[in-house]
């Protein structure tokens, strides 16, 4: 089960921290993944961290402005966005997958293939 958090409405230029919590899964060895749809658009991966090592994944165009980050005693994994776009707008999941390769061929895996899904949250950058 994954359960998110920290959405809302912020103007551009600002920022907001989700935050992701995870359960069932063994121990570290699993990836936590934050994926965003915007209106109209198909779910892309934005960010993925490996808890048990803390390896990071980011699409190209978002590092510098996002940092994922995670806390294993809590089983729980955060997305800090700083200078937020209005393009930034959508709904934001995040999901968790059993750990079997590197953190960037899981990040872009179908997501089909994710073992859990969060139920989104709206993340809205308008001024």
């Known amino acids: 089960q994954v359960v998110e958090s920290g959405g809302g409405l912020v103007q551009p230029g600002g920022s907001l921290r989700l935050s992701c919590t995870a359960s069932?899964?063994?121990?570290?060895?699993?990836?936590i993944g934050w994926f965003r749809q915007a209106p109209g658009k198909e779910r892309e991966a934005v960010s993925c961290?490996?808890?048990?090592?803390?390896?990071?994944y980011y699409e190209d165009s978002l590092q510098g402005r996002f940092t994922i980050s995670e806390d294993n005693a809590k089983n729980s994994a955060f997305l800090q966005m700083n200078s937020l776009k209005t393009e930034d707008t959508g709904v934001y999941y995040c999901a968790a997958v059993t750990d079997w390769s590197t953190v960037e061929a899981m990040c872009v895996m179908p997501t089909d293939d994710w073992d859990a899904w969060g139920q989104g949250t709206r993340v809205t950058v308008s001024s």
């Open positions: 069932g899964f063994t121990e570290d060895k699993y990836v």
């Open positions: 961290i490996t808890m048990s090592d803390g390896s990071t």
